[in-house]
């Protein structure tokens, strides 16, 4: 079965940085392109990253563009978030996820329904 487990939140101050990971298992991971979404208490599921199966494709939501960083690596089937620069708004849940299918422009894989697989997320916390 398709599994995305989620490490390395924490508790960071305001300009601070953390770094998520995911491990993925249960599919051929580099076939498929994956993602990062989060959902603060109060507020909906709102789409952070994407990255396409290859590596080379990333895309970001403009509330954390330049100061967040999507990758991968297919050899060991996980998934990375960069949080730099870290704001209290940034507070949240962070969910890994896997996009329903392998071919998919990356322009699509905003949309929340492209992906069909969540990790059960990683609590970051920002204050100070």
């Known amino acids: 079965e398709v599994q995305l487990v989620e490490s390395g939140g924490g508790l960071v101050q305001p300009g601070g940085s953390l770094r998520l990971s995911c491990a993925a298992s249960?599919?051929?991971?580099?076939?498929?392109?994956m993602g990062w979404l989060r959902q603060a208490p109060g507020k909906g599921l709102e789409w952070v990253s994407a990255i396409n199966s290859g590596g080379d494709r990333t895309d970001y939501a403009d509330s954390v563009k330049g100061r967040f960083t999507i990758s991968r690596d297919n050899a060991k089937n996980t998934l990375y978030l960069q949080l730099n620069r870290l704001k209290t708004e940034d507070a949240a849940m962070y969910h890994c996820a896997k996009s329903e299918r392998t071919t998919m422009a990356i322009e699509e894989a905003r949309r929340v329904v492209e992906y069909d697989y969540w990790g059960q997320g990683a609590q970051v916390t920002v204050s100070s």
């Open positions: 249960g599919f051929t991971f580099s076939r498929y392109g």
